[in-house]
C-alpha cells in the first residue's frame, strides 16, 4: 500500500503537505522562537512534515522514520543534509534512547499501525519531559470528503466495501487519538480540527489517483476486476459529474504533553 513515493504524492502526499503547516501550528504553536531542539516525524512518508519542520525552524534538526524503503529514499532525497537523519524503521520500536527528542509527531500514520496503543506508547518514551507527542489522522467517518465519498460509493456497488472501510480503524474515530495519548500516559491532552480545501480539476483527478494501489482505497480499488472497477467508478461519476471537483476534507489533530 505504500511502495511508490511518486504515486503517494499524486494520491495523498499533495494533500499531507497542505495539512503539515497547520498541524505544526496546532501541535507546536508554542514552541520558543528557534523552534524545538529536535523533532521526530513518525511514519515520515515522503517527508511531507519533516519539510516544514526543518522549513519553518533553521536551527531544528529532524529524524524521520518510516518502515517503507522506497519512502524513505524519497523523503532523504527532499530533506536538508545535514539537519535530518531519515531511516527504515517502525513506529512500534522506535530508534530513539528515552527521552532525546522535543517533540514526536506522526501525521497520517495511527491508524495504519497494528498496535496503536504501543506506537503512542513509544512516542511518549523517546519524548523529554515536558516535549510534545502530537498526531493527526483523517476524519474517515465524516468530514474526510475525498475519501468518505469514495466508500460511500464502494459500499453500494461492492457489499464487501463496509468491512474495509478506513473509518473503522480505532485511531480514525472521534476521541480515538485522545484515548490512546491518555492510555501512554500524556498530560493535558487536547486537540481540533484541520481542514484542507481540495480542488480536483476534472473527474478523473480524483479517480486516476485511486488507480495507483495506495493506502486501503487504492488497495480495494486494484484488488477488483475490471468490471466491479467501472462500476465504482461509474457510481463516483455519478456523485460528483465531471468536475471540476471541489471538497473540503477534515483531520483531526491531537497533542499531549510528556509529564516531567
Ligand atoms: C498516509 S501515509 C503518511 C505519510 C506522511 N506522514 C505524510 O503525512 O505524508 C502513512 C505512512 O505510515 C507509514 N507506516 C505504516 N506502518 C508503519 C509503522 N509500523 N511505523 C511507522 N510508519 C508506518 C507508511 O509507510 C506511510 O508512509
Known amino acids: 500500500m505504500f511502495g511508490d513515493a511518486a504515486a503517494y504524492e499524486r494520491f495523498m502526499g499533495r494533500w499531507s503537505a497542505r495539512l503539515a503547516p497547520g498541524f505544526l501550528d496546532s501541535v507546536l504553536g508554542d514552541a520558543p522562537g528557534d523552534g524545538p531542539g529536535t523533532v521526530l516525524d513518525v ?13 519553518r525552524w ?16 524519497a ?3 527532499r530533506l536538508v543534509p545535514g539537519r535530518a537523519r531519515v531511516q527504515v524503521g517502525s513506529a512500534l520500536q522506535l530508534p530513539e534512547a528515552r527521552g532525546t527528542v522535543d517533540a514526536a509527531l506522526a501525521l497520517l500514520v495511527l491508524n495504519f499501525l497494528p498496535d496503536p496503543a504501543r506506537g503512542a506508547t513509544e512516542m511518549r518514551r523517546v519524548t523529554r519531559a515536558g516535549g510534545v507527542v502530537g498526531a493527526a489522522v ?3 467517518g465524516g468530514g474526510m470528503a475525498m475519501l468518505r465519498t469514495y466508500w460511500d460509493a464502494a459500499a453500494t456497488v461492492h457489499p464487501g466495501a463496509g468491512a474495509v472501510d478506513e ?13 490512546l495519548f491518555h492510555g501512554a500516559g500524556l498530560e493535558d ?3 481540533g480540527l484541520l481542514e484542507v480545501p481540495m480542488l480536483f480539476e476534472t473527474f478523473d483527478d480524483y479517480w486516476d489517483p485511486f488507480l495507483l494501489g495506495i493506502g486501503p482505497a487504492g488497495d480495494f480499488t486494484r484488488e477488483l476486476d475490471d468490471g466491479g472497477r467501472e462500476a465504482l467508478r461509474a457510481e463516483l461519476h455519478r456523485r460528483l459529474g465531471d468536475g471540476p471537483v471541489e471538497m473540503t476534507s ?6 499531549g504533553v510528556v509529564p516531567g
Open 75 to 77: 523523503a532523504r532525497e
Open 58 to 73: 533553521p536551527r531544528t534538526h529532524v529524524v524521520a522514520i518510516d518502515p517503507s524503503p522506497p519512502f524513505v529514499a
Open 138 to 140: 483523517w476524519d474517515y
Open 167 to 179: 473509518a473503522l480503524a480505532r485511531p480514525a474515530r472521534a476521541g480515538g487519538v485522545e484515548a
Open 189 to 191: 491532552v487536547g486537540g
Open 43 to 55: 511514519g515520515c512518508g515522503t517527508g511531507n512534515l519533516a519539510a516544514e519542520v526543518l522549513a
Open 250 to 255: 477534515v483531520a483531526r489533530w491531537v497533542r
